[in-house]
């Protein structure tokens, strides 16, 4: 697969090189066997079109995929901000549940001891000495 693309590459970067400016492109745009051909006119005319295929082909390949990583990145924007927000309802609703513990802890609980409490009245003296 690499061995392909490193001769995709090398053929697009020699081809220029090579081709005249009077090149005809083929009728049919794909990847043409050029070793048939005879003369090197032919044969490069050949590999200049299987260039320009390659060409076209990696561009509207690369532009396809571009629109899929934006896109995805538009996705995963979106819910990084559905996660914020749900994480905001989710704190929210901690909050309120340790409130409403803190509530009912306080409404179940006896009376402090520091609270005042009515006493009994100290008792009479009873050796009758007044």
Partial sequence: MIGRIVLAVSVALAAPLLTSADASA?????????????TMERRTSCLQSNVDFLQKTIAK??????QKLDAANRQIESLKGTV?????????????DRKAAENQKKLAAPPAKDAPVAKDPPPAAKDGAK
Avoid: F, M, R
């Avoid at 390949?61 to 571009?66: C, E, G, N, R």
């Fill in 26 to 38: 083929q009728d049919v745009p794909g990847i043409e066997i050029c070793t048939v051909e005879k």
């Fill in 84 to 96: 914020a927000s749900l994480q905001k309802i989710a704190d929210d609703l901690q909050a309120a």
């Fill in 61 to 66: 390949l690369s532009a396809d995929h571009q």
